[in-house]
């Protein structure tokens, strides 16, 4: 079965990082590029940011968090990570991670998705 | 950025009638126009890609259709599973970019 499973969230104070993880298995996870996507309670989806496949390890952002993500891959443990610095409450959300529809490609859908992991940054 | 206007916001309709939804670019994403179902609670859920392409398992009552900036997806007959939140995504365009969503709400 494939599957994406994030964790690392939970309820942290402004100001600080997190560092989220986003676990691939059923499928060859280093073989694919992993997208993290964010939505905020009741709103809709925002691209974050990509991390690019095997030797190909490329990584674009959204312009909104451009400076403030870091993305990186333990090819290892089948990981990616998102670390966001300097965190502010617009920053809550339940974050997902995604991948897309083939390996060894960045301009796809994404075709599976983790359920996500909540954060909310909160004093 | 490319920015991506979904409308209407929320659309009302009846169970068995048609609905159609739109999708705008504010620049031209050639093909590469994918549409996601969130269910309450739910992960997004891939339908169709490459504008018209149906994602496995999605059902023929959806259909897609545009190119570089104007996109339609509609639902022929709206089974009461389809009461949902719509996005369409961009997928040509550095950072790629989600729209602000389309909900189907039962008439």
């Known amino acids: 079965q494939v599957l994406l499973v994030e964790s690392g969230g939970g309820v942290v104070p402004p100001g600080r990082s997190v560092s989220l993880s986003c676990a691939g298995s059923?499928?060859?996870?280093?073989?694919?590029?992993i997208a993290w996507v964010r939505q905020a309670p009741g709103k809709g989806l925002e691209w974050l940011a990509v991390i690019g496949y095997e030797a190909n390890e490329v990584t674009h952002f959204a312009d909104s968090v451009k400076g403030r993500l870091t993305i990186s891959r333990d090819k290892s443990k089948n990981t990616v990570f998102l670390q966001i610095n300097r965190l502010t409450p617009d920053d809550t959300a339940t974050y997902h991670c995604?991948?897309?529809?083939?390996?060894?490609?960045?301009?796809?859908?994404?075709?599976?998705w983790g359920q996500g992991t909540k954060l909310i940054v909160s004093s | 950025e490319t920015v991506m206007t979904q409308s209407p916001g929320t659309l009302y309709v009846s169970p068995g009638e048609r609905a159609t939804l739109s999708c705008r670019a504010s620049q031209t994403v050639r093909s590469k126009l994918a549409w996601y179902q969130q269910r309450r609670g739910q992960a997004p859920r891939l339908l169709i890609y490459?504008?018209?392409t149906r994602a496995t398992g999605t059902p023929a009552r959806f259909s897609g259709d545009g190119s570089e900036t104007e996109f339609t997806l509609t639902i022929s007959s709206l089974q009461s599973e389809d009461f949902a939140v719509y996005f369409c995504q961009q997928y040509n365009n550095w950072p790629f970019t989600f729209g602000g969503g389309t909900k189907v709400e039962i008439k």
């Open positions: 490459s504008s018209y």
């Open positions: 059923g499928f060859t996870f280093n073989t694919y590029a």
């Open positions: 995604a991948r897309p529809l083939g390996p060894g490609r960045f301009h796809e859908p994404f075709d599976v």
